[in-house]
């Protein structure tokens, strides 16, 4: 058995369909996002980052970055346990007292991840409902996804964003049957918003628990940077919110906001909240400034929302194809993996703008896209810069034969 061969053609099937990842090595400043340094052939670089999650630039806040440091001091570097066996640090506590206030529900838990709240909180959801249905839009996160099937639910999955289609579906069951819909409000890829108001009048007719994954919107939309719900009024129609500390937010972790006896059983029989070492003290103290800054502060969402326009409108007068959403995600259409990944590599080496490309499975085959997530640090001229390279890259590769792939 010659087990590095078997290995060696899983990777070479990805390196022939074009969609093999290159990771690049990448340095951030603080002070200067979204200017960084891009490390090849242990050369610097500078460069501007284009694809951030870190949205609003909040990991290089000073009230953020001093939040972590002081913390450090006063409390060291790790919290020493699970949340069970003496990991449950007072910063965890205020943490997720601050996160159930800022989604108006009664309680909430922080896990090591988005993706370990998704897949943690859904995977125990659906277990101890026992008899379940879910049903999950068909854009859903992996996260979602992995959630779903390492639970023993039977699961529907509804066309994107379609209301006939979940009804359709979801009126087949029993009354009695407990059901769950699982969805998003922004979806990362596409950038469009779930239908977060139809969607929970068909959970309220039928009788369905509503999760809804905010991971894209938290820090960005409402008032106080709640997310969509907040901004549509429509906290108390969703029963579980999920999100992110890693995005907007600008540090890492996630968490589920929900009532007092769901927040209970989740933490009770979840594993990935059980059995794993709770977050250090110093990230979560760091998460929660953030949070609070972000209530208080929109400067940083307005300027982002500016920008997002100023791109839109710089993309239109030249007629390069993109997907016209309502919301901060802006994806430049390719439909190759190969020619994405070559003018992402023009922009880089010869603009020194940062877009990484993006393929087949975090896409649709052949809707392989750019996506750029303009921030708030960015300046026009970046923005006419990058319009000016984008326009170059899709002309250079215009006669290239890419069609055998696609
Ligand atoms: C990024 C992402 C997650 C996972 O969040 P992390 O904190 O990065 O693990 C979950 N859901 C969606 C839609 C995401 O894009």
Known sequence: MNYSDIFKTSINKLKIEGRYRHFN????????????????????????????????????????????????????????????????????????????????????????????ANESTISTLLNLLKDVVVFSDEKNHASIISGIKKSKASKEIFKHNDLNHLEALIKKYPEKKPKVIIFESIYSMDGDFGDISGISKIAKKYKALTYLDEVHAVGMYGNKGSGVTEELGLQNSIDIIQGTLGKAFGTMGGYIASSNVICDAIRSY???????????????????????????SDKERKLQQKNTITLKTYLKKENINFMDNKSHIVPIMVNNPVRCKEISNILLNEFKHYIQPINYPTVPVGT???????????????????????KYAFKKTEKDNYSKIA
Not at 277 to 285: E, G, I, K, V
Not at 368 to 390: Q, V, W
């Open 25 to 116: 090595e990448i340095e951030r400043k603080v002070g200067e996002h979204p200017n960084a340094s891009w490390i090849t052939n242990s050369k610097k670089n500078d460069v501007i980052i284009w694809c951030s999650n870190d949205y609003l630039g909040m990991s290089q806040n000073k009230l953020v970055i001093n939040s972590m440091i002081n913390s450090i001091k006063k409390m060291g570097t790790g919290s020493g346990g699970t949340r069970n066996i003496s990991g449950n640090s007072s910063s965890i506590v205020h943490l997720e007292n601050e996160i159930a206030n800022l989604h108006s529900k009664e309680k909430a838990i922080v896990f090591s991840s988005g993706y370990v």
């Open 270 to 296: 979840a594993s990935g909240f059980i059995f794993t070492t709770a977050l250090p003290p110093a990230l979560l103290s760091a998460a929660r400034t953030s949070i609070c800054y972000l209530k208080k």
């Open 368 to 390: 392989e896209r750019l996506r750029i997530t303009p921030g708030p640090f960015h300046t026009e001229k970046m923005i006419s810069d990058l319009t000016i390279a984008l």
